[in-house]
């Protein structure tokens, strides 16, 4: 099928509102070939720069060669394993995720099948360790779309809540990012655990200084558990292993996914203070399970992933990709400040400010038209284009988004002159 007849075909007897998003926004595509930080139409006529890469799924780039074989040689001798039984993958895991310098000193962790997966229990460990009910989340943020981890997602656009009628007794939110009172206001003795990734969800801006240690002390003075999910800024994304390593706190438990299969494997990871462990998991039969969780193909994936994203290389990688969109940001926002503006740059974690938010989904376009499929624009202010390159990127890539870049903006400019002579 080509990908007209494939697109067609999800829009009668699958996922319609894909197929619809695509088709309203212009953005008709469906991967064929995909190697790097590139990914090809099926009619291999097209090529777009993946900068969005499913929030990080591919964060070593599409098929990574050294997955690729880890996983060929398991293949050989493993399988998804029997849960019945304890695997050796599975402590190497927990191993490897300690000797990593994990923000959770002495932490043990639970592989799960996503980062959903891990949400889920994660909320119920909550409820355990505290006998309560509520967890306490950023209105516009995401944390997953299965049962419990939905009750954690408010906001109009991720809709879960009012989707599924979803008790909403169980949920309480903060409208900004940043704002410690607002939490303040609203945390009290019914709160299980306050939810959050260490950047603004819809805006990518890094936690602001003092924030995440104003929730950790909040938390602490109201014995609710801190959970940070670094499902997407984890795992190298930031420049650092875990984002909340810029930051002088400890979290209770840590969320991982995503790039956490090397963009082929589903596996999650919740990663918890070991008594927090222990009386989850250790108490009474159950803590967590899932057939198919912890397999040792998936754990030793986890491991090589683990490893590559500490690798001196990488981390420099990822270091002169944030020098260099943080360059080239900078002259966007110079050359054309009616268009852009500057906004931040961490690491592999990029956005680059709109001067007005109705130029969001034009960019979001003229951008997919010149090859670079970013990573999504903000639904709140401040407005700004987001990219979230593959961490194995080398810097042609950032000329090329720049090209592209430019490219929208003297196009735009043709524009504004035509309508307005
Ligand atoms: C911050 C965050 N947490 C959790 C999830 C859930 O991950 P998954 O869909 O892989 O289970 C996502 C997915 O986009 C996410 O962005």
């Known amino acids: 099928m080509d990908s007209q007849q494939i697109g067609e075909a999800y829009r009668q007897r699958h996922w319609r509102f894909l197929a619809d998003l695509q088709k309203k926004a212009g953005m008709e595509f469906v991967v064929g070939r995909r190697e790097g930080s590139h990914i090809w139409n099926v009619e291999n006529s097209r090529r777009l720069l993946d900068c969005g890469n499913s ?8 098929c990574n060669p050294e997955i690729r074989q880890l996983i060929a040689e398991s293949l050989e001798t493993l399988d998804a394993g029997m849960w019945v039984m304890p695997t050796e993958e599975a402590l ?35 409820f355990r360790v505290t006998g309560r009910k509520k967890v306490l989340a950023f209105k516009h943020g995401y944390h997953g779309h299965s049962g419990f981890a939905a009750l954690a997602t408010g906001s109009e656009a991720e809709g879960l809540l009012s989707h599924y009628s979803l008790p909403g007794d169980y949920s309480l939110f903060f409208e900004d990012y940043g704002d410690l009172d607002a939490i303040e206001r609203t945390i009290d003795a019914s709160c299980a ?122 981390v420099a990688n990822v270091h002169l990709l944030e020098r260099d969109l943080t360059t080239l940001f900078l002259a966007l926002s110079a050359n054309f400040p009616d268009l852009y503006r500057p906004a931040w740059v961490r690491g592999g974690i990029a956005a680059l400010g709109l001067q007005d938010a109705q130029f969001a989904s034009m960019i979001q376009l003229e951008l997919f038209r010149r090859g670079v499929l970013c990573h999504s624009t903000s639904l709140i202010t401040p407005s700004v284009v987001k990219f979230f ?4 990127s080398t810097p042609s890539i950032v000329e090329e988004l720049g ?19």
């Open 55 to 62: 929030g990080g799924v591919h964060s070593l780039g599409h």
């Open 92 to 126: 190497a895991f927990q191993d490897t995720v300690n000797r990593a310098d994990s923000p959770i000193p002495d932490c043990r962790t639970v592989l799960t099948l996503s980062a959903s997966d891990a949400m889920d229990a994660t909320i119920m460990w909550s």
């Open 193 to 314: 655990a306050i939810i959050m990734e260490p950047m603004n969800y819809e805006t990518f801006e890094p936690a602001p200084d003092g924030f995440l240690e104003g929730v950790q002390a909040l938390c602490r003075r109201h014995s609710t558990l801190l959970i940070l999910d670094e499902t997407r800024s984890g795992l190298g994304r930031s420049g650092r292993l875990w984002m909340s390593g810029f930051y002088d706190i400890q979290p209770d438990i840590i969320i991982s996914g995503k790039g956490l299969g090397g963009g082929y494997y589903p596996v999650g990871a919740l990663i918890a203070r070991s008594d927090i462990y222990d009386l989850c998991m250790n108490s009474g039969h159950w803590g967590y399970m899932a057939s198919l969780a912890g397999s040792p193909i998936g754990a030793r994936i986890a491991m090589k992933v683990l490893d590559i994203v500490r690798r001196p290389e990488l």
């Open 389 to 392: 390159p593959c961490l194995t």
């Open 403 to 421: 090209g592209a870049l430019e490219d929208c903006a003297q196009s735009f400019r043709k524009q504004e002159r035509v309508s307005t002579s």
